[in-house]
């Protein structure tokens, strides 16, 4: 009998869409199941086009919020998260997928309940519970961001146990009928069959996380000029005030969609333009998941590696700024990552963009504070952001290239750690990087690396350490008596402090040090056997995935010394040190 | 058969101190006592009848159906007259206290009938006992009870005693809660603490915005320019903004009613903004209309205006537009007006033949030069100091607390009290009201010579409880005289005590004011407390659900007015185990409405 999946996402349009490749893949791994999406009304519209959701059951709590400032009925909301859990619970799901942080959607998934959970839960006691190493790896990399190169299209997939690699992108499909009427549709707004369209989306959700309105106009007014190019403006009604600004500032007229589409005919348009300028918005991610090529601006606390288009071809620019990315809770006083990208580079992108090559021109002029990237996909198949520009390796560069196989590696081999491979893995990291960067010199470089091994290798002394007292009590079993067990519980904890403390120490063993506190974080139970079993695990993790690193790091010092290869398009030679 | 002996042996054995004063008053010819239709006695004093002159025994049924009280309740009934109208309630299982001033009537009743059954079934008291005895009643069910010839008889007993009573049952049945408002700096200020104190001593919650904690800074405005009108300028955008935050903080705690004391930083727009709230908005203005005019802008805003002049001010008040415009006089803090010991130092300190406590207003500055052959010590503020009174004072012009000018009252051998005036060097001839210091000494227990008042006699006996002067040569031979009669000084220093704590404390005041506001408007108060409660109100859910398990999880708030997620969330953090579903549910509202109604959740 096929197996019946729920997939919880209760977040915004651009997080559905990034879900796609999970629901092709639960498709392709099983192609008779039945996936019913539990999402939020708001923005539910996207999922009626996105391929393989069977059912969508909206979850629209918004309903209860009052619009003339009187109390919310607590009752009501109460009646409707009861009948909605009874009925989803009813229906006896096989798995529920969820993929969305947040206490909400775990609450909820505990109480609809299913034999499989992949992703967030919350423990009996409340507690917010995730067993996926992917998913404790999402919980855990806001700590150590540049340290990080997933997506979390990908970890969004691979948290479900899904793993397309590389081989199912974003998708969305316009209904057919759609499409047919869309050109007379598009001709109503002055559209012909062979106009060159260019879109802007120069709204995002937050206000720092926006290019400036002027600059827009002067993109804008330069490609219509020079290019014959129609603007269209797209946003939400919400956004119209900013797009009245765009469209004052220019002087070429433009095709004002904001907040005068719906999703389907945004979609429509979207499949149509032949560029797509935007800031790091859900736009962006309709437009990768129907293949409009794309020039993404991301500032402030946006990275391109997290969020940036899942397809191939875009052009990402992301201010080359010390302080970025910084914190969603940061209160910038400057906002300096938003006058960094000039118009120049914006148009330089997007001429790329529309002629489908990645060679830019030979302009010192051009990109001098801004990090160009183009979208690709790796050779482990997940979503890859290459710099354009070949530019001096930094340290953090360096251990994100090579933390990328190493959980791959790791995370595959979760809970039986001991066949974590501690050689041979990593090499095509160590190749991109080579390709990809200048490198320092060697003496910078065996530092950096010395001291990442240096702390890796003090990882690996605790994590034995902790091999060892786990087992002390896994192997005397109930026999142990409670003050035994403090005593071991009080090491257990030494250990996990150190842990901590050794993070704080050494930069580059953070994101080692924060997967295993979270996984440890996420021990359920009260049987000190249990926990002891499941602490020798995470130890075991800990210490094989420490011994691979410092065998990736050892290879990479090989492989990365006095090789300083000469720059097939540019270099940038000056350059702040990292 | 000798009913009076009868009724005395049972009276004696539940009240010996009453028994007593009833025993030895004589009976005025003014009481009367003739018979009825039906041939029952029935007491007449002056013109008032105190009983039906026809069937008094019929007011028994009529009297006890008005509230029908039943056992566990305390009814309190003002007047015993001969007992007519208590016979049923006193049946109905219900605690009966008869509050009686007159023992004289008490003994005409003994005298006429027997009232053995009647007198052992309630509790006969006299007003003065009545406070400790209301100190321990439960007032979630008591009930006040009027006999109407009795009030006739003694409307003001009745009113000081009846007061506080009814203002303690809304206290306890209604739940008020009372934001006050105080002002940022001046005399007001302790009219303000005492206003809370008293609120508080009647059993409401109370909510204090003392905002002399911005005293400082108000103050430092005159530091950043010499310039007047940019100091003013600047002071009332502070004052504004303080008016601000009183609007934000009444928005946050829903007080059922405000109460902003005079000098309080409201303007009449954020005075409009706290009524939008629906909790009536009382001022109580303790000025002097003809000193401070900004009554005149604000009366038409607030919905009570309670003054400390009568007559032509309440005039004038309606003609500015106040809706309602009440006399409230000032009174003491029995809390801090009240004797105390003190040591031989203090008394040393603090002693003196004649101590005035106040500010050096002019009036003041140029009468008591007038006694400076005598042994004065001024305490108080803004004296000048090098003047002849000026050396007289004492503290130097630094501020005093209470709980210092108290050990002056109750040192000083006799307390002086000028009323303050701007406008004639002594004793204002047209000076209308009473500032508090004649309650507060007289609270104190201190024996006090004050200047006349037109409100005066009406407040205190004079040559009894209280004595005036008229001007600079009644004051010095009124002082030698008293100083040479220290007998008479406590006599009347103890009547006037006794007076005040009768009929003159912020108790009395508050209780007036909250018995007012509660007529009147108890209807809006709920309507805008069902408003606030609206559908989340424990009670609310509760008759609207028939799930079991989430009306077992709400038995734990039951009482609450209100359904606090913050409450649930304090609940079930503190609850152990597992999670019950109600809990489960209750996390995800409380994470839905704490973010933005569901839309990014």
Not at chain 1, 207 to 226: I, T
Not at chain 2, 219 to 228: H, P
Not at chain 2, 272 to 296: C, H, I
């Amino acid at each position: 009998m096929s197996s019946s999946i729920l997939v919880l996402n209760l977040t915004r349009m651009g997080d559905l869409i990034q879900m796609s490749p999970l629901i092709l893949g639960l498709r392709e791994k099983e192609p008779d199941c039945k996936i019913t999406m539990l999402a939020n009304v708001k923005f539910a519209g996207i999922v009626r086009f996105m391929k393989g959701v069977d059912e969508l059951i909206t979850f629209d709590v918004a309903q209860f919020g009052s619009c003339d400032g009187s109390e919310t009925d607590a009752l009501a909301i109460y009646n409707y998260l009861d009948d909605l859990t009874v009925k989803l619970n009813a229906r006896k799901f096989d798995t529920i997928i969820n993929l969305s942080h947040t206490k909400v959607s775990a609450m909820l998934t505990k109480l609809i309940g299913a034999g499989d959970i992949r992703g967030f839960s919350s423990s009996p006691r409340g507690s917010l519970l995730v067993r996926n190493p992917w998913l404790i790896y999402f919980t855990a990399f806001l700590n150590f961001r540049r340290l990080s190169r997933f997506n979390l299209v990908d970890l969004d997939s691979l948290g479900a146990g899904v793993s397309s690699g590389g081989k199912v992108r974003l998708n969305l499909a316009p209904d057919n009928e759609s499409a047919q009427s869309a050109q007379s549709y598009f001709e109503t707004k002055g559209v012909a069959p062979g106009d060159l369209l260019i879109g802007i989306q120069a709204g995002a959700s937050r206000e720092d996380r926006r290019w400036s309105p002027a600059s827009f106009a002067v993109v804008a007014d330069r490609l219509a000029q020079e290019k014959g190019a129609k603007i269209v403006l797209f946003g939400a009604a919400v956004e119209k005030k900013l797009g009245d600004e765009v469209e004052t500032a220019m002087s070429e007229k433009a095709i004002n969609l904001i907040g005068a589409t719906d999703l389907e005919q945004l979609a429509l348009w979207i499949k149509r333009i032949n560029l797509l300028i935007t800031n790091d918005t859900g736009t962006m991610h309709i437009s990768a998941a129907l293949g409009t090529p794309i020039v993404a601006l991301f500032f402030v606390h946006a990275r391109a590696e997290e969020t940036g288009p899942y397809c191939e071809g875009a052009i990402v620019l992301q201010a080359d700024i010390d302080c970025a990315p910084c914190s969603h809770q940061t209160v910038c006083g400057h906002l300096s990552c938003l006058k960094y990208i000039t118009v120049n580079d914006v148009l330089t992108a997007c001429d790329m963009a529309l002629e489908q090559t990645e060679t830019a021109p030979d302009d010192d002029s051009l990109f001098r504070r801004v990090k160009v990237y183009v979208s690709g996909f790796g050779e482990d198949g997940l979503i890859d952001f290459r710099p354009l520009k070949r530019e001096r390796l930094d340290k953090l560069e360096l251990f994100a290239y090579l933390y990328r196989p190493l959980f791959n590696e790791t995370f595959t081999k979760w809970d039986a750690p001991e066949t974590i491979a501690t050689e041979g893995i990593g090499d095509w990291a160590i190749d991109d990087l080579k390709e990809r960067f200048i490198m320092p010199d060697d003496e910078k470089t065996e530092a950096w690396i010395g001291r990442g091994v240096e702390g890796a290798r003090r990882l690996l002394e605790l994590a034995q350490n902790g091999e060892r007292l786990a087992l002390e009590v896994i192997e005397a079993g109930d026999g142990q008596s409670s003050s035994q067990l403090m005593e071991i519980g009080g090491q257990l904890t030494a250990i996990d402090y150190s842990i901590s403390v050794l993070s704080g120490v050494y930069d580059v063993a953070q994101p080692l040090a924060h997967v295993y506190k979270r996984r440890a974080e996420n021990f359920e139970g009260d049987d000190p056997v249990d926990l002891a079993r499941q602490a020798l695990k995470a130890h075991r993790w800990l210490k094989m995935s420490a011994s691979l690193f410092i065998n990736i790091c050892g290879r990479a010092l090989e492989a990365l010394k006095n090789d300083n290869k000469k720059p097939d398009s540019y270099e940038i030679t000056e350059g702040k040190e990292r | 058969m000798d009913f009076f002996e009868n009724n005395l042996k049972v009276l004696s054995s539940r009240a010996p101190k009453m028994a007593r004063e009833v025993e030895a008053v004589e009976i005025p010819e003014r009481l009367s006592v003739s018979i009825s239709r039906s041939g029952s006695p029935v007491p007449r004093l002056d013109n008032i009848l105190i009983h039906s002159a026809y069937y008094p025994e019929k007011e028994s049924e009529k009297f006890a159906a008005k509230i029908s009280p039943g056992p566990g309740d305390t009814v309190v009934v003002f007047g015993f007259g001969f007992g007519y109208h208590l016979e049923s309630l006193a049946s109905s299982g219900a605690r009966i206290i008869v509050v009686e001033p007159s023992a004289m009537i008490v003994k005409a009743a003994m005298q006429s009938r027997d009232l053995r059954a009647l007198l052992g079934k309630t509790d006969l008291i006299s007003p003065e006992r009545f406070d400790p005895v209301a100190a321990k009643i439960d007032y979630q069910k008591a009930f006040w009870m009027d006999h109407e010839p009795s009030v006739r008889i003694d409307r003001a007993v009745r009113d000081n005693i009846a007061g506080p009573f009814m203002a303690r049952i809304i206290a306890k049945r209604k739940q008020y809660k009372i934001m006050v408002v105080g002002p940022v700096y001046g005399g007001t200020t302790t009219t303000a603490r005492s206003c809370v104190n008293a609120l508080k001593s009647l059993g409401f919650t109370v909510e204090f915005l003392d905002n002399t904690i911005h005293r400082q800074e108000y103050f430092r405005i005159s530091d950043v320019t010499g310039y007047k009108p940019h100091e003013n300028a600047l002071k009332k955008n502070y004052s504004d903004f303080l008016g601000e935050a009183v609007v934000a903080r009444a928005h946050h705690i829903q007080p059922d009613i405000i109460l902003s004391i005079a000098q309080a930083p409201l303007a009449p727009g954020a005075i409009d903004r706290l009524k939008a709230l629906g909790a009536p908005v009382v001022f109580w203005f303790v000025e002097d209309y003809t000193t401070l005019s900004y009554w005149k802008a604000v009366a038409p805003h607030y919905d009570y205006f309670f003054c400390i002049q009568k007559g032509g001010f309440l005039e004038k008040l309606a003609e500015a537009g106040a809706p309602y415009a009440g006399y409230l006089p000032q009174a003491a803090d029995t809390s801090i007006h009240r004797p105390v010991e003190l040591t031989g130092a203090e008394k040393e300190e603090y002693g003196s033949d004649i101590s005035f406590m106040g500010a050096g207003y002019p009036n003041r500055r140029r009468f008591f030069s007038g006694l400076l052959d005598m042994s004065l010590k001024i305490w108080g503020t803004e004296w000048d100091l090098l003047t002849p009174v000026g050396r007289r004072v004492v503290n130097q012009n630094q501020r005093i607390e209470p709980e210092e000018y108290v050990k002056i009252f109750n040192t000083a051998r006799i307390n002086l009290n000028l009323h303050s005036s701007l406008t004639h060097p002594g004793v204002d001839p047209l000076g209308d009201f009473i500032n508090p210091r004649t309650y507060e000494i007289a609270a104190c227990g201190g024996f006090q010579l004050v200047d006349r008042r037109d409100y005066m006699a009406e407040t205190f006996k004079i040559g009894d409880e209280m004595v005036t002067f008229s001007d600079i040569d009644d004051l010095r031979e009124k002082i030698s005289f008293y100083l040479a009669h220290p007998e008479k000084r406590e006599r009347i220093a103890a009547d006037s005590r006794r007076r005040v704590l009768r009929e003159h404390t912020f108790v009395h005041r508050m209780a007036r004011m909250i018995n007012i506001v509660s007529d009147n408007d108890h209807e809006k108060i709920e309507r805008a407390r069902e408003k606030r409660r609206g559908i989340n109100n424990v009670d609310s859910i509760l008759s609207r659900t028939d799930n079991p398990g989430l009306i077992e999880f709400l038995e734990k708030f039951k009482g609450e007015r209100q359904l606090s997620l913050s409450k649930v969330m304090e609940a079930i953090s503190e609850g152990e185990g597992d999670l019950t579903r109600p809990e489960s549910l209750f996390i995800i509202i409380d994470q839905i409405l704490s973010t933005h109604q569901g839309e990014e959740i």
